[in-house]
């Protein structure tokens, strides 16, 4: 990558006898929305902090838009963040809490006046500089701490778990809004997130973390359609996992899989009993138990109204797959 | 039901309201040494006169207001990098060390003044130490001064001023910390804009819980002041016990009471604003 605005060499850290971050290299393009992503502990959260200066690496080193950040501290460095609990100060307006960071800087009382409203238009919250965080709803709470670190404009914007407070109708707006912002103001983001919906639908490209590691990077597509290892097949959506030889894996999504009653002219096709029947209203899930075989989920798109009782509980039904509908995996 | 809510009423009533329709009648009389008790009852602001036109009241009234300030101050910078520190401790260590900040209150508290003198005395151990290792060849003596004064007032309330600021200081949130930091505050305008700003309810907590008792403080200006610190604690005592002026110290005690509502009522109306705020 030429020119990448975040650098991570070999970077690790840990607390005590944990190994939180475990040499982690890492190349972050401008402009790009970088999703970290991974289970609870995986070192994600820990990550961020070491990019956003609030801990130390034991060892590597950190670059920033080409400057070398790895002993420099949070005040020091050109790297705004969102917290996950906000962290708005709750003896400020909202109009001080999104100026706080621009009078550290010293600027003018002009310059800050016209900066802090042009931060509050843009996250939608004109008329409320003068409420305080705690007369405002959990929505407009976020809105005040992504204006707060977004008016000072960082060359990187760190977001921890930015939706995660969030209830899930609102989530989804908030969740489109922000890339409208990310890709209107062209800044760089990186959110952390344990939801993998979020992170696939959100980023351009993401990292899957786990023990400390970083275990692949990619666009949501080349991590949801190529998973590296059979952890990122399972962690990212839903994966039948069957071994076709020693030490090697075939990963296969429930909706590559077509369900027929007669077998179907796929390359591959197995027979067996419809277990279980989940239907989620747009789609359907079978567990169907193979003749001999590990049970395995396939989907079916509700496309007709009137599709309900195809199958039954019970029902003798045939797999089929194409040849390449899978990922061969070694590990 | 009705009897619960009525007792702390009755003891007030009993305990606090009775004793001062007693001390206001008494400050009204007239001192009648002849009489057991020396007191004439009437309606004579003669004592009251007297408190404001002489200059020994006036001088112990200010003497006692710039004391009990002073060491205010003394105690809250000592108190609060202390309620700091307990604070940010790790949370099994902060039991241990907030009983170390009260520990003091296990011995008595007239003992523990007169361990001050032992140790200020011209023969007591301070000085004897300074003597003994050359440092200070002809030290001069504490015991007697303002500085005693201060000294023991700061030892006795400091627990006070700790206390409340560590209550607030425990309960802030710590990632507001990192916000700032994060934002370009370094660490001492970090402290200044939102450590200090959050924890002010325990300041003026803190502060009125020392300067209040403070400015009536008697026994410190008494054993450790000597006779030339003017405190109107002090000056109560005397023309209590000494002059038997009972009408006098009524006076005394009515306008120390008068004195101290005004910055009771100001912390009252911050403990409400605060409470509003969250």
Redesign the interface.
Known sequence: MSDPIVKLEGVSKRFGAVTAVAGVDLEIARGELFALLGGSGCGKTTLLRLL???ETPDSGRIVIDGQDMTGV????RP???M?Q?Y?????LDVAGNVA??LK??GAGKAEIAERVAEALALVKLENLGAR?P?QLSGGQRQRVALA??LV?RPKLLLLDEPLAALDRKLREGTRFEMVRLQEQLGLTFVVVTHDQEEAMSMASRLAVMKDGSIVQIGTPHEIYERPATRFVADFIGVANILQTAPHQWLALRPEKIVLAGSRPPTAHAATGKVVDIAYEGDRSLFRVAIDNGPVMLVATMNVARNSDGAWRRGDTVWLGWADDAGQVLDE | MRLVIALPFLWLGVFFLLPLVLVLGLSLGTNAPDLAPPVELGVSFASFRLLFTDDLYLAAWLSSLRIAATSTLVTLLLGYPMAYAIARAQPRRRPMLLMLVVLPFWTSFLIRVYAWMGLLAENGILNQVLRATGLVADPGTILGTEWAVHLGIVYAYLPFMVLPLYVTLEKLDWSLLEAASDLGARPLAAFLTVTLPLSLPGIVAGCLLVFIPAVGEFVIPDLLGGTRTLMIGKVLWDEFFTNSDWPLASAVAICLLALLVGPILIFQRHQERSLERI
């Open positions: 956003a200066g609030f501290p949070a005040y020091l790297v705004n963040m917290f609990s962290a708005l100060f709750p003896h706080y960071g550290r800087e305080r705690s707060r670190a000072k």
